[in-house]
T-cell receptor, first 112, second 116 residues
Framework: NAGVTQTPKFRVLKTGQSMTLLCAQD?????MYWYRQDPGMGLRLIHY???????AKGEVPDGYNVSRLKKQNFLLGLESAAPSQTSVYFC???????????FGSGTRLTVV | AQKVTQAQTEISVVEKEDVTLDCVYE???????LFWYKQPPSGELVFLIR??????QNEISGRYSWNFQKSTSSFNFTITASQVVDSAVYFC?????????????FGQGTILTVHP
């Protein structure tokens, strides 16, 4: 049972480039989330999804887009990367709205 | 709006010392859920505990214990007889109601270093 899998694990982008982070979960969870982690700021919610075909903005959505075409996948896109988007990105899923999350192992993104 | 504050940015202890990590939360909702996560140097986030707002009983799991006090809006985490393997970043987090339902709000994290 893989849980939550994130790809890639590391990436370096040049300013202005685009990329997509993939999150896949095999637990049949309805809820999925994308967070970014920055030093001294904890984890902040970027976007989330409460089910297949749905997405919603979190605390820091600007510069990111998401899609959830299949229940098991949640994609995070950066259309035009900026140095301020250098961060560690975590995907998570949960069975219900009050359950703890299962997190992926993270993606370390550097924008130069 | 919900908020979680972990006032201790970094804590350094020597092995076998007891250490308490503080967590203070803010919410107007009467139903909410509190969590602690551990992030070891390898980077993954590990779930430690979930507690709902109606259960103020303290919990002990091995060397770990949690003290939940609604009167002070605190959910503190104590490690007894700390070990080097406890070195990690620890996050306190909250799920409350209203438009925030289902979304974890994290504190800033406390970096714990246990020296041999």
């Amino acid at each position: 049972n893989a849980g939550v899998t994130q790809t890639p694990k590391f990436r370096v982008l040049k300013t202005g480039q685009s990329m997509t982070l993939l999150c896949a979960q095999d637990m049949n969870h309805e809820y999925m989330y994308w967070y970014r982690q920055d030093p001294g700021m904890g984890l902040r919610l970027i976007h989330y999804s409460v089910g297949e075909g749905t997405t919603a903005k979190g605390e820091v959505p600007d510069g990111y887009n998401v899609s959830r075409l299949k229940k098991q996948n949640f994609l995070l896109g950066l259309e035009s990367a900026a140095p301020s988007q250098t961060s560690v990105y975590f995907c998570a899923s949960s069975r219900g709205q009050t359950n703890g999350y299962t997190f992926g192992s993270g993606t370390r993104l550097t924008v130069v | 709006a919900q908020k979680v504050t972990q006032a201790q940015t970094e804590i350094s202890v020597v092995e076998k010392e007891d250490v308490t990590l503080d967590c203070v939360y803010e919410t107007r909702d009467t139903t909410y859920y509190l969590f602690w996560y551990k992030q070891p140097p390898s980077g993954e986030l590990v779930f430690l505990i979930r507690r709902n707002s109606f259960d103020e009983q303290n919990e002990i799991s091995g060397r770990y214990s949690w003290n939940f006090q609604k009167s002070t809006s605190s959910f503190n985490f104590t490690i007894t007889a700390s070990q080097v393997v406890d070195s990690a970043v620890y996050f306190c987090a909250l799920i409350a109601g209203g438009t925030s339902y289902g979304k974890l709000t994290f504190g800033q994290g406390t970096i714990l270093t246990v020296h041999p």
